[in-house]
């Protein structure tokens, strides 16, 4: 099997009333982990591109929020690994992953924020941080919100 390697940002939203931004994945759209677990949004750096543009980019794309006049913090680095079956191709993978998560303050409270998810995602919420422990997570969204202290 090949293994591939991905650069990935992510991004926990924060609104100015404390929620959590959450989606859920589009069944059958890709991705690495399960259709049913809620993520933060992120995805790949392209070639030529800086984190933080990658990062408003892919927020943007995903979810229609604009996080480019938000503070935004790096939060810390991850590393994960797990199989994948490419779109374009149909090959199995192993993709080696490499997480640069940020934290993005909102200055709007979550019910004035516009949502416009796009094909990858069938859902999503703005959840309080006492929601979070009863919410199926992915596990990278697990090890973020524990790093954050909003998980034990």
């Given at each position: 099997?090949?293994t ?5 940002v ?25 259709d ?6 992120g995805?790949?750096i392209e070639?030529?591109e800086?984190?933080?543009v ?17 503070k935004?913090?790096f ?24 997480f ?25 919420r ?6 979070l422990?009863?919410l199926?997570l ?8 524990t ?5 034990k």
């Amino acid at each position: 099997m090949r293994t591939i390697e991905r650069d990935i940002v992510g991004a926990v939203i924060i609104s100015k009333d404390g929620k959590v931004f959450l989606a859920k994945k589009t069944p059958k759209t890709g991705g690495i982990y399960s259709d049913d677990c809620w993520h933060v949004p992120g995805g790949g750096i392209e070639q030529g591109e800086s984190k933080e543009v990658a990062l408003v980019r892919e927020v943007n794309e995903e979810t229609g929020i604009d996080i480019s006049s938000a503070k935004i913090e790096f939060i810390g680095e991850d590393r994960g690994e797990s199989e994948k079956t490419l779109r374009e191709s149909g090959e199995r993978v192993l993709v080696k992953m490499h997480f640069y998560n940020y934290k993005a303050s909102l200055s709007k409270n979550s019910e004035e924020i516009e949502v416009k998810l796009n094909a990858e995602f069938s859902e999503s919420r703005w959840a309080t941080i006492a929601d979070l422990p009863n919410l199926k997570l992915t596990p990278p969204s697990v090890g973020l919100f524990t790093h954050l202290g909003y998980l034990k």
